[in-house]
């Protein structure tokens, strides 16, 4: 496995916008 710290950067970044993904879904279904 190469862990440099853009590739770590990159798989964080990744996780970011995953669960800002996740929050946001909950929200649209909360408001529906």
Same mark, same amino acid.
């Given at each position: #496995?190469?862990?440099?710290p853009k590739v770590? &950067?990159?798989k964080s970044n990744?996780?970011?916008v995953f669960i #800002?993904?996740?929050s946001y879904e909950d929200?649209? &279904?909360?408001?529906e």
């Open positions: #496995m190469n862990c440099t770590r &950067q990159k990744f996780w970011g #800002m993904k996740l929200k649209v &279904q909360i408001y």
